[in-house]
Nanobody, 117 residues
């Protein structure tokens, strides 16, 4: 069955950087739109960044635009989120998401990112 496994989370000081990775398996990765979401304590899950399956087009939440970069490697079935200039408000559990249609989608288990001095 399809699987998404996130890694790369941790504790970082404000202004620092982290790179999240998401390893996909057991589905046709290159056909899927891939996204990163996050959910802070007590808040709803929100879209952080998305990358398309065909042209690799990207879009970002306003709060991270210019600081975060999403990328994908279809050969390795990986998606990445490079996070720079991290702020305390970026603290959340970050989830990898794969979508083919409204009824075919997968979620990872999440990785914690904590930005604190």
């Amino acid at each position: 069955q399809a699987q998404l496994v996130e890694s790369g989370g941790g504790l970082v000081q404000p202004g620092g950087s982290l790179r999240l990775s998401c390893a996909a398996s057991r589905f046709a990765f290159s056909l899927y739109t891939m996204s990163w979401y996050r959910q802070a304590l007590g808040k709803e899950r929100e879209l952080v960044a998305r990358i398309g399956s065909v042209d690799g087009s990207t879009n970002y939440a306003d709060s991270v635009n210019g600081r975060f970069t999403i990328s994908r490697d279809d050969a390795k079935m990986m998606v990445y989120l490079q996070m720079n200039s991290l702020k305390p408000e970026d603290t959340a559990v970050y989830y990898c998401n794969a979508v083919l249609s409204t009824v075919v989608y997968y979620w990872g288990q999440g990785t914690q990112v904590t930005v604190s001095s």
